[in-house]
């Protein structure tokens, strides 16, 4: 079957950095979708990876390994609005999203 | 304004009854798509569009009917709700198959 596994919970500090893991089974793979969801709002989309490697947006960062069916998202320099969930979603052969549970995260001063 | 809009963004209804809820995108994009978030799940999408007058079925269809005459709506409805579809439902959209999705802010739907 098609599954993702992300920690449900992880909690940081201000300014510091933190790395989300994902790990995914899919029918198929056409890349890799990290979204932001602050709670009560809607996903907002972050990063793509479809190609192995680390890809670098300002604060954030995305790596994928197809080999290993592993991502993470690296968050650096952590700020309080930064709290939300982290969404990780893996499209199969058919062009469907398979999204894990999401990771909240948590800043502490 | 240009974007996605859902409507109603809250909703209570009791079970059997019919309910529809709203999407409505600016961009003309090709795809839309039609989820539910419930606590403890990802994203489960229900049906998909790629075009007007083009739909299928997701992951969980059961018990949802959509259309999409044009572009622009992607109208989702409960024929009979049922007290297991209280969630909150998002409507989303995206360009080609591979883009980015962007998403509605989401309607919050409680069956009594």
């Known amino acids: 079957g098609q599954n993702i596994d992300q920690p449900t919970e992880m909690t940081a500090t201000e300014g510091a950095i933190v790395q989300i893991n994902c790990t995914y089974q899919?029918?198929?793979?056409?890349?890799l979708f990290w979204y932001q969801q602050h709670a009560g709002e809607a996903p907002t989309f972050l990063s793509y990876n479809v190609l192995d490697g680390l890809e670098e947006k300002g604060r954030f960062s995305s790596f994928l390994s197809r080999s290993k069916g592993y991502s993470y998202l690296l968050l650096k320099e952590l700020q309080m609005k930064d709290s939300a969930s982290y969404l990780c979603?893996?499209?199969?052969?058919?062009?469907?999203?398979?999204w894990g549970a999401g990771t909240k995260l948590i800043i502490k001063p | 304004d240009a974007g996605i809009t859902q409507s109603p963004r809250y909703k209570i209804t009791e079970t059997g009854r019919q309910v529809t809820l709203m999407c409505h995108q600016t961009w003309s994009h090709s795809y839309m798509f039609w989820y539910r978030q419930d606590l403890g799940h990802g994203l489960r999408l229900i049906y998909y569009?790629?075009?007007?007058?083009?739909?299928d079925k997701g992951e969980v269809p059961d018990g949802y009917v959509v259309s999409r005459s044009k572009t622009e709506n992607f109208p989702l409805t409960l024929e009979s709700a049922t007290r297991s579809q209280t969630s909150v439902y998002f409507c989303a959209s995206s360009e080609r198959e591979i883009n980015e999705q962007f998403f509605g802010p989401g309607t919050r739907l409680t069956v009594l």
């Open positions: 899919t029918s198929g793979f056409n890349g």
């Open positions: 979603a893996a499209m199969d052969s058919n062009y469907q999203l398979i």
């Open positions: 569009s790629a075009a007007a007058d083009i739909t």
